[in-house]
């Protein structure tokens, strides 16, 4: 009922910058929370950074001073400008979501596919 569209991602360079979209279309009434997870091989998936629909943001401390997440509530789109990367923010980044969709009761959460984003030291 909710298809999130992920781009962005790829191979940079220690120090180097990427931008994360990620776009969620279908019978939405309103989004609550974005934002993006990862997943490391061999380690457990983990938030990076969510955004709530008023603005408040919430930082993984490994990311703070680095990352900034953002989002566009007329186009139900959050970006994750991520800087001064580092090899170990090589994942595979996941958008969330939830919100209220036409046809559910209640909060329903949604995943994307998720993107590679690799960091070359």
């Known amino acids: 009922q909710v298809q999130l569209v992920e781009s962005g991602g790829g191979l940079v360079q220690a120090g180097g910058s990427l931008r994360l979209s990620c776009a969620a279309s279908g019978r939405i009434f309103r989004i609550n929370v974005m934002g993006w997870y990862r997943q490391a091989p061999g380690k457990q998936r983990e938030l990076v950074a969510d955004?709530?629909?008023?603005?408040?943001?919430n930082y993984a401390d490994s990311v703070k001073g680095r990352f900034t997440i953002s989002r566009d509530n007329a186009k139900n789109t959050v970006y994750l400008q991520m800087n001064s990367l580092k090899a170990e923010d090589t994942a595979v980044y996941y958008c969330?979501?939830?919100?209220?969709?036409?046809?559910?009761?209640?909060?329903?959460?949604?995943w994307g596919q998720g993107t590679q984003v690799t960091v070359s030291s």
């Open positions: 955004i709530t629909s008023d603005g408040s943001t």
């Open positions: 969330y979501t939830d919100g209220w969709v036409y046809g559910r009761v209640g909060i329903t959460p949604y």
